[in-house]
Structures are given as structure tokens and as C-alpha cells.
């Protein structure tokens, strides 16, 4: 019998395999047009790294595996997943946050991405998302209630979680 680790291994390479998620393709991600959105001098170095270290080009490209699609970004906080995910710009990118704490240079410029306030749960789209990035808090609380939220709306779109090996409570949702 595998143990979780091995399991969520043998995904993430079944996966890696079939959308062809390779460190080539990623390398050929250049998020440059975003320059002015970026406000964050900190958050510039981690949005523009080019060593693969942080994962808003791979985002990105996950973007890509999709066309005319509905992305949600949950977790807004300074808005820059969002700004990555609407690298394709055939997709409609919907962020929700429950406070508002963007940090976005020419916001309105980002036609293809919504910024909510509120209760993601409450978003009928929801259902019929592609892909969801769900980049929260951290405790596993929100994360193990929002996993149960989209078992029930029948959600079967790629779930894509942020900070799974940060701190226990993460990897204990994660198993």
C-alpha cells in the first residue's frame, strides 16, 4: 500500500505527464508584460524569478491549458496569482479575497480578471471552473472547508493548492 506521499508523488507525475508541465515549457513563460502591475519591490523578485524558485510562471502556463475557460484565484491577497493566471488572455480569471489588500499598478488594465471581496463559496462559476488555485491562510481549516464545498457543487475542474509542505496543519490536509 502506498503511503500518502507516494500517492500525491505518482499524481503530480501523471499529471506533469498528460498537460506536459515540464521545466522547458515554463523556462518559455516570459511574464514581462505584467511590469506594471507589479507594485511590490519585494514581490517583484519572486513574480519575475527566472530559477523556477516561485511559481507564478508555472501558473501561467497552467493558464494555457485552457481556452474561452473560468479560473479562480482564491486568496487574492496582493493579487499577483491572479495577475499570472491571466497570462492567457482567452480565459476569464476570477479572484476572491475576503479583504481587499491589492497591491496592482493599472488594475482596470487586467480586462480578463475579476476582484472580489467576499465569500468565494457563494460564486455559482464556481461549478464550472477549469482550474481553481486556492492559496489561503494556511491552517488547513479553510483549505479542508473549501475542498468539501467544491466536492459537493461537483466541482471537476484541477485543483491547484499553494504552501502544502509550509507548516503541519498544511500537511496534514495535504495527506
Known sequence: MQTPHETAKKMATVLRDKYGLTRERVNLIS????????????H?????D????????LIALLSCLFDNG????VGTNK???AVALAYNPYNQVISYDIVDCRELGAPDQLTNVEFHSGDVCQD????DAQLVMLDTNHDGGFERTFY??????????????????LNEAMQAFWG
Open 31 to 42: 511574464l514581462g508584460r505584467f511590469d506594471a502591475h507589479i507594485l511590490n519591490q519585494e
Open 44 to 48: 517583484r523578485a519572486y513574480f519575475f
Open 50 to 57: 527566472t530559477d523556477l524558485k516561485e511559481h507564478y510562471r
Open 70 to 73: 473560468t479560473i479562480f484565484d
Open 79 to 81: 493579487g499577483y496569482s
Open 124 to 127: 455559482e462559476r464556481l461549478a
Open 148 to 165: 468539501h464545498h467544491l466536492q459537493q457543487i461537483g466541482f471537476r475542474g484541477l485543483l491547484f493548492l499553494d504552501d502544502i509542505h
